[in-house]
Nanobody, 119 residues
């Protein structure tokens, strides 16, 4: 059974930092690209950051220079370090696993963790 479990969300003041974690099980983690997505109230889910199986990264323009995605293949973990948080970063954050080889299997997603940036 595949599980992706996000953690690390919470309430933080503007300018603060949070580190999100996503624990994956039931997949060969090293064969998956991993992404963090977010969905704010009334908005569509959008890509925040993406890391390939070999460590290549990509970020949404709105988070470049503030967020850092990383992975630990030995622990089946992906992280999102979020610095200089802004109120507009408030959303539910989801991690997603996408097979590195297109068409080789299904995508998987977690249940999400709430991030609220407010004073």
């Amino acid at each position: 059974q595949v599980q992706l479990v996000e953690s690390g969300g919470g309430l933080v003041q503007p300018g603060g930092s949070l580190r999100l974690s996503c624990a994956a099980s039931g997949i060969i983690f090293s064969m998956y690209d991993m992404g963090w997505y977010r969905q704010a109230p009334g908005k569509q889910r959008a890509l925040v950051a993406f890391i390939t199986s070999d460590g290549g990264t990509n970020y949404a323009d709105s988070v470049k220079g503030r967020f850092t995605i990383s992975r630990d293949n030995a622990k089946n973990m992906v992280y999102l370090q979020m610095n200089s948080l802004k109120p507009e970063d408030t959303a539910v954050y989801y991690c997603r696993a996408v097979p590195s080889l297109a068409g080789s299997g299904a995508d998987y997603g977690g249940q999400g963790t709430q991030v609220t940036v407010s004073s």
